[in-house]
Nanobody
Framework: QVQLVESGGGLVQAGGSLRLSCAAS????????MGWYRQAPGKQRELVAR???????KYADSVKGRFTISRDNAKNTVYLQMNSLKPEDTAVYLC???????????????WGQGTLVTVSS
């Protein structure tokens, strides 16, 4: 079993900043990619940013230059620093982790429960 605990969401005015965290714990041997997705009401879930175990990153075009993803491998934690927030960034943000458990040689994906980010205009 793997648990993902997210924190850092909330209400912020347009132009403001928030920092999301997602800590993975449980039967983990190693973690490959870690990422953040978001889902706004009535819309499909979309990738916001991903980071590999080596630190390579990928961002959605809509957040490039405003959001920064990072990770602390010692803590099995991924962060999302969100600056210059816009009302259209309002969504539930979910972390996603690709991990290998002690009980298997395969990698699996796990999702966090989501944290709500609301940006007011």
């Amino acid at each position: 079993q793997v648990q993902l605990v997210e924190s850092g969401g909330g209400l912020v005015q347009a132009g403001g900043s928030l920092r999301l965290s997602c800590a993975a714990s449980g039967s983990i041997v190693s973690i490959n990619d870690m990422g953040w997705y978001r889902q706004a009401p009535g819309k499909q879930r979309e990738l916001v940013a991903r980071i590999t175990s080596g630190g390579s990153t990928k961002y959605a075009d809509s957040v490039k230059g405003r959001f920064t993803i990072s990770r602390d491998n010692a803590k099995n934690t991924v962060y999302l620093q969100m600056n210059s927030l816009k009302p259209e960034d309002t969504a539930v943000y979910l972390c996603n982790v690709e991990f290998k458990p002690y009980y298997s040689g395969n990698y699996y994906f796990s999702w966090g429960q989501g944290t709500l980010v609301t940006v007011s205009s």
